[in-house]
């Protein structure tokens, strides 16, 4: 039996309103439909500890699923800092919307304990990554571009470890890691987490514009994003690029040219991945659960659709990929 077409009008009206409550919850948006990222808590960018690099002072907290926590993770592996700073995975705990430790750490279940015990102000979100002093027992910062910056000047063990922000390039790498930021980092969710056709419109048409803009740079002044150095903007790319057919595309609507036809962008993709130690920090797996699974408002099913092998997307040229 059909369902009549005034149930139907209904039902939609009150899922339109349902559904607008939950996203409410989810990412806070602006009169216009617009995605605006909340404010954190620990952000400021802080001098070097003077016990920077002293064996079991310093935890750097992440999450597998999370790209900001990504762009940490990557900055860690590419200096080799494993010998100079411990790192500590969390694992999400959709059901009650938070981070929790495997097992207490500090005496906290879950990272939101954390932020409180130092000093977070109430209601602030408890995000990776974090880095912590266990001696001081603080946290020391809690951005991630602030993070990676500290990061990049973080004592490392290792021998000929990158320098990420020569200041030769401090100029371009500023300004492609703002625009990257804003349009393809939050962009990525200002498209999926708007509330208006015409919110998304924007995001999506800036989102892409910049990606042609990266194609064009890459062609012409690779084989990284400021020339033939590699540098934080191409750190704070990769999360979002690696995650974009597996995530982005089908959950966020970011689909209007599929990455195969951005062959600088493809192979700049493949180059990254091809660092050591970058290729450990990937959980193609756990993007796709932790995404699907947990944004109820865009995904209410929970059910996780099957996705390109990172395999594929990460080797030979594009025009070997194209259906």
Partial sequence: MAIPPPVVA???????????QLMGGLGPADAEGNYRRPAGAFVALPPLPASAGQPGQHVLIVGRSCPWAH??????????LQGSLELLVVEPDPKAGRWRFVTPFEGAEALIDLYRRCGAPAGTRATVPVLYDRGERRIVVGESARLIELLNRWPAPGQRVPDLEPAGLAEAIEGWRGRLQGAVNDGVYRCGFARTQAAYDRAEAELFG??????ATLSADGPWICGSQLSLADVVLFPTLIRMEMVYAPLFGCSRKPLWQFPALWDWRRRFHGLPGVEATCFPEAWRRDYFGALFPLQPSGIVPAGPDLATLVSGSPGERRP
């Fill in 10 to 20: 209904a039902v939609r009206q009150a899922w339109q309103w349902q559904w607008h």
């Fill in 71 to 80: 762009r940490a993770w990557l900055v860690w592996a590419l200096r080799q």
């Fill in 210 to 215: 910049v990606l042609g803009e990266l194609e």
